[in-house]
């Protein structure tokens, strides 16, 4: 439906379309946020509040070598001249410019309090006081000599400089950030000196890849320091895009305290985490026992950052501690990056690295032509009275004769020496003093210098390479006196690897480690009981039950199960029920059917080989870890079908495999004979007229044979009547064997 328009009544008042006018004036607001408000500039990498911070200060007169003056006065002049918003948004920006820990490189040096990095605020304006730093002081170099633009204030009563000179590149050098409508931008604070040494490769190498730039720029550089542990593939495809991440860890050492203790000293936060906040919030979840390997945490800070943090025993391993620490606290965080700036002042865009320090030379390259050209015409300006003043040198007495008796002096002297109206007025305004013969030789030399100068400055301007060069040692002076060989440009974080989900169970390092009891019963409850018992003929069962399996294990290990269709379930110990009652059925675990039964209960031990078979007399070797489940539903590992179902799983334990069947015929073969396999039916172990297996045993050969029978230990070394090879029937086996054909022992 068409708008609806309206003709303006009686009274002059129009009326307009309403949808128009919001559209009309939220564009202007949504363009003076992004413009004037949220983004920076990528040439010297300063929002318009910081930009007025740092140029009221120089107005001051606050340079690095003046005195201090109170931070009321500052923002005082910044609001009332150049920005009309409220005086505690100006104070706020003006106190980060000053905090070592917000800032990499600080723009305002403080004097009072500043807050500080356990989140506290600074002290109100009127008790602080600030003066410019050296770093801000190269933001400002040369202003005065018309190296930038300058527009009027909101009032139209002042000038402003629209962009600094910025002798540094310190869009990346402090980052920034700032939330605009519809866009976003989040810079990381990087390393001067690192920086320089890319802007100094851009400048020799105009056609330099990213991947070069990132050799000379790895990463951030924070300014509370911490370790990055983003890898190098992810770090690279960041600066190419211009969006990404780093992750950023606190920095830690374990320090020993005697007698097998030790505790955990976190010296580097990372960026932007308070530090009370996050002792109270890690005090927290240690009441929650969300942290059960933490024993307690301490703040141990004075100037420098001093975190301690006490295992809950000695046993805890203190990288298991800080990775359950780094999973779910602060001490981990993901600080982003998305380089959407404005381009040359004026285009909101995301760039990367190279457009960045590409964008940041093009200005220097401006500035530098504008200074050249100001000062040009300051030469030829000074080259001009000079002239002047050595014609009247020339003619001195025709001069002072002018001067004393003609009604228009400046004319006559125009008109006699053939001066421009410059030099005239520079001889009228001469002081008697400088007629002196010395001051003659001075100007001549004067004139040669700047004649002189103003030819190097007019190839300057006419060269490429010359003003290139001109830059890249400007480039070097920043670097060598904000560079890494300074206190203030040394790195601060540094890189290094983290541990990967393989590498570290951060979820068995949440268990506090107990031994435990495990007990089975024949009809499937399962439970634990605390400590390792050795007599547990007073364990109490349900009516018509008894005990089918007990293990020792620890709260941290894995409980594997073996079911009869061949299925492999794990359960984590720390999982089971404890020993009140009677314990949970283990079908309630896991989805074993209501057809199936329990063949093998095990504790899982990392590296062993397994041996598994059916009744039918088919089995292989599979590793452990190849039978470890991820859900309830189990892992088919052997493969069976009705009636035959899976009945041995027992651990390798020797080069020769020694296999019964229900006939008692005995058969001994190498253990090499059997393939290792992650999944299938098998191979025939053992060949049966009658019936099926009825177990199985490893040994080595050099040990002999062994069996269990009446609560005796019976040992066979020549064993060479029953020795064979895979799949043959066996003989009968030796005297003393039990009846029930079952070796003993095993998992």
Not at 225 to 232: A, Q
Request: aromatic share 6%.
């Amino acid at each position: 439906m068409a708008a609806e328009t309206f003709p303006p009544d009686s009274e002059g008042i129009e009326s307009i379309n309403l949808g128009d006018a919001l559209e009309e004036r939220y564009l202007a607001y949504a363009l003076s946020t992004i413009m004037h408000r949220a983004l920076p500039d990528v040439r010297d990498g300063m929002k318009p509040v910081q930009r007025r911070i740092l140029f009221t200060m120089r107005l001051l007169k606050l340079d690095p070598a003046a005195g201090f003056k109170k931070c009321a006065r500052v923002v005082g002049d910044v609001m009332g001249k150049y920005h009309p918003h409220g005086d505690q948004s100006i104070y706020d920006a003006m106190v980060r410019l000053a905090q070592d820990f917000a800032v990499r490189y600080p723009l305002v040096e403080g004097q009072g309090n500043f807050g500080n990095i356990d989140g506290d605020n600074a002290a109100a304006m009127r008790y602080t006081e600030a003066r410019l730093t050296k770093y801000a002081e190269a933001l400002l170099q040369h202003l005065d000599e018309d190296t930038v633009d300058f527009r009027e204030t909101y009032d139209g009563l002042e000038s402003e400089p629209v962009v600094l000179p910025a002798a540094v590149p310190n869009l990346l050098a402090n980052g920034s950030t700032g939330i605009a409508v519809g866009m976003a931008t989040s810079i990381p604070p990087h390393n001067v000196g690192e920086l320089c040494d890319a802007a100094l490769h851009l400048i020799k190498f105009p056609n330099a890849g990213i991947e070069k730039l990132v050799e000379f720029v790895p990463g951030p550089d924070f300014p509370t320091g911490g370790i990055i542990t983003e890898p190098k593939e992810s770090i690279l495809e960041a600066y190419k895009t211009g969006k990404g991440g780093f992750r950023l860890r606190a920095k830690w050492e374990r320090e020993d305290t005697g007698r097998g203790g030790y505790v955990i000293v976190i010296t580097q936060m990372p960026y932007q985490v308070a530090k009370s906040r996050l002792i109270e919030k890690i005090a927290e979840m240690m009441l929650a026992k969300k942290l059960p390997l933490l024993g307690d945490i301490r703040d141990e800070s004075a100037e420098d950052v001093r975190l301690v943090l006490e295992p809950k025993s000695r046993s805890v391993d203190p990288v298991l501690l800080m990775e359950s620490l780094f999973r779910i606290t602060d001490l981990e965080v993901r600080i982003s990056i998305n380089m959407n700036v404005l381009s040359y002042g004026q285009i909101p865009n995301v760039l990367n690295l190279r457009e960045v320090l590409r964008q940041w030379l093009d200005h220097r390259q401006i500035v530098l032509i504008r200074r050249t050209n100001y000062r040009l015409e300051k030469i030829d300006h000074r080259l001009e009275v000079l002239g002047g003043y050595l014609v009247a040198y020339l003619n001195l007495d025709e001069v002072i004769r002018i001067i004393r008796f003609e009604d228009k002096p400046k004319q006559k002297l125009i008109t006699a020496f053939d001066l421009t109206d410059i030099q005239a007025e520079a001889i009228l305004n001469m002081r008697l003093r400088a007629l002196r013969k010395l001051e003659e030789l001075e100007i001549r030399r004067e004139f040669e210098e700047l004649t002189a100068e103003r030819k190097k400055l007019k190839s300057l301007l006419g060269s490429d390479d010359l003003q290139w060069k001109t830059i890249a040692g400007e480039i070097r002076e920043a670097r060598k006196t904000f560079g890494k060989g300074t206190a203030l440009g040394e790195r601060r974080s540094q890189f290094a690897r983290a541990p990967q989900a393989s590498e570290i169970d951060l979820e068995q390092a949440m268990i506090e480690k107990e031994p435990v009891t495990i007990i089975c019963s024949q009809k499937g409850w399962i439970r634990t009981l605390r400590g390792h018992l050795e007599d547990t003929s007073k364990i109490s069962f349900k009516k018509g039950d008894s005990a089918r399996f007990i293990l020792h294990a620890q709260t941290t290990d894995k409980l594997i199960l073996f079911a009869t269709n061949g299925k492999f379930f794990t359960i984590a110990v720390a999982a089971l029920p404890g020993g009140r009652g009677h314990g949970e059925p283990v079908r309630l675990m896991v989805d074993i059917g209501q057809d199936q039964d329990i063949a093998a209960l095990f504790v899982h031990r990392p590296g062993r080989k397994l041996l598994i078979a059916s009744t039918a007399g088919n089995g292989f070797i599979v590793a452990e870890e190849d039978v470890i489940a991820n859900t309830r539903k189990g892992k088919q590992v052997l493969n069976v079908k009705a009636p035959d179902e899976a009945l041995i799983c027992t651990p390798v334990e020797g080069d020769h495999v020694a296999v019964i069947g229900e006939n008692r015929k005995l058969l001994i073969f190498p253990a090499a004979q059997l393939n290792q396999m992650s999944r299938g039916r098998g191979v025939r172990l053992q060949k049966y007229k009658d019936g099926g297996l009825s177990d199985i045993k490893t040994f080595n050969a050099a040990d002999g044979l062994t069996w269990q029978n009446a609560g005796r230990t019976f040992t066979v070394r020549g064993f060479s009547d029953w020795l064979g090879n895979r799949a043959q029937a066996g003989r009968m086996p030796p005297n003393g064997f039990p009846k029930s054909n079952r070796f003993g022992g095993g998992l």
